[in-house]
């Protein structure tokens, strides 16, 4: 059974509040409990964050498009800015203790450590797409 919803969010720090709400309506209506709940809310905060941020850099002009599908795999979410795009390997790793006190890169190491797949990929009409996949999935 495949249920989805998709949004489009206007580039703006509100906006982070706005998917985290609509993720957790989701998570619900799929049936799924309290710790897939917490986990989809806080990827989805530091993806929709990021792609307000850094991808599309506050500009009004530019959305921020959402994408939750429940399927028989697990739970699959897309995050899409029409920014220039990044190259997460470039990233500094948070955890290296030369790294510890800079404000950038944990969102990435948050998204990775509460989903079980996450990648990023150049969409071919411009823009990043984060994909993040939660696939053990408890009911």
Do not use: Y
């Amino acid at each position: 059974m495949n249920e989805s919803i998709e949004l489009k969010l206007p580039s703006v720090i509100g906006s982070v509040d706005e998917a985290a709400s609509q993720a957790e309506s989701f998570v619900r209506s799929c049936g799924l409990g309290d710790d897939v709940a917490s986990a989809i809310d806080l990827a989805v905060r530091e993806s929709v964050a990021n792609a307000v941020k850094h991808g599309n850099k506050f500009d009004p002009e530019k959305m921020v498009e959402l994408k939750f599908l429940r399927s028989p795999k697990g739970l699959e979410i897309f995050v899409r800015d029409f920014g220039p795009g990044f190259a997460p390997e470039e990233i500094p790793d948070p955890t290296n203790p030369e790294n510890l006190l800079k404000a950038n890169g944990r969102g990435i190491l948050f998204m990775r450590s509460f989903m079980d797949e996450v990648e990023w990929s150049n969409h071919d009409d411009g823009g990043m797409v984060v994909k993040m996949i939660k696939w053990q999935l408890s009911q």
